[in-house]
């Protein structure tokens, strides 16, 4: 653990890692996750609230990552949602190098994007980890069904964290910084300051090609999604799955 780590976010670390360990019994599993998620979505409340409090103006920040193979374009898409639910944007740069990898750039505040790299890693775990159990159905193209069932899990878990997102939200609806700053106005300027950064770095930007898909997988994807853990109302290359710094 990095000595400088906020206590809350090792702790929802330790969890997560707790829940995914192969050992640990559904039940506990479970519980560890639920923990995980709640803890994060006020982490991450807290966090732009003590930040907003801060003397020194907290800009936001941007890292370039790589995301690996297989499946490397729907993991994409995989981060894309969780950053936008949590008030980051990402852009994809295409290839990184010679295969199939590909590189994004990611913008946001750190505590942000300390959340985004959480679940980004968890849901990727669970989506590639119930991908292997199933089964395609006779007649079926194999890369093109777990393909739309991938597309169909993104989907169904972008939809219910920017659920939980509003959540979370909705109860810190009367917390104020010292100031009287309210947290959607807090929430609503780091949104902004965000957008700034992005669109001076990428001022010709535009917005990818709508995802087409043939196989027939996506429905069991957007049942499986909406079975992920992601807390209900609750809201790379350093490592395998994991946003590099």
Known sequence: ?????????????????????PTTPEAEAEQCRQKAFALMAKYGIEQAMVEAEAKTKDEPTDRQIVIDA?????????????????????????????????????????????????????LLLQMTGSLAAQHVPYGQSPRAWRRSWLLGFVSRVGGRMDEAEKGAQEEAKNETTTTGRSSALVLADRRTAVENRYTAAYPNARKGRRTTMRGTGYGDGWAAGGRADIGGRRIGRSSAGAIGS
């Open 70 to 122: 297989p499946w490397a374009m729907e993991r994409v898409q995989l981060i894309n949602r969780i950053s936008l639910a949590l008030g980051c944007k990402l852009i994809h740069l295409g290839p990184a190098g010679n295969g199939p990898a590909r590189r994004v750039h990611i913008f946001g505040h750190r505590s942000d994007l300390e959340r985004v790299e959480l679940l980004y890693t968890s």
């Open 1 to 21: 653990m990095n000595g400088n780590e906020n206590p809350k976010l090792a702790t929802i670390r330790a969890l997560l890692a707790r829940a995914e360990h």
